[in-house]
């Protein structure tokens, strides 16, 4: 069945970096696009970005344009998300997510919080 294991999520301060990945299984990796949201608690999920099969087309919510850069690792079935220049912000619980034949799939998500 599909499974996507996000990591990598902490507690960093204002203008720090972290790194998320997410580990995906139970389907052809390289056959979907990737996505990552993130959700505040008692806010709806907001889309951060999206990486297309091969990687070459992304996209990012205004809010992390020039901060956040997404990528995939085929061959590893992992989709990344670095985030540099953190702000208070993007405090949040991020998740990644495919849709595979018109159903969503998610992970269980990791928190990130960073402190001002």
């Known amino acids: 069945q599909v499974q996507l294991v996000e990591s990598g999520g902490g507690l960093v301060q204002a203008g720090g970096s972290l790194r998320l990945s997410c580990a995906a299984s139970?389907?052809?990796?390289?056959?979907?696009?990737m996505s990552w949201y993130r959700q505040v608690s008692g806010e709806e999920r907001e889309l951060v970005a999206t990486i297309s099969i091969a990687g070459g087309s992304t996209n990012y919510a205004d809010s992390v344009k020039g901060r956040f850069t997404i990528s995939r690792d085929n061959a590893k079935n992992t989709v990344y998300l670095q985030m540099n220049s953190l702000k208070p912000e993007d405090t949040a619980v991020y998740y990644c997510?495919?849709?595979?034949?018109?159903?969503?799939?998610w992970g269980q998500g990791t928190q990130v919080t960073v402190s001002s």
């Open positions: 997510k495919i849709r595979r034949n018109s159903i969503d799939y």
């Open positions: 139970g389907f052809t990796f390289s056959s979907y696009a």
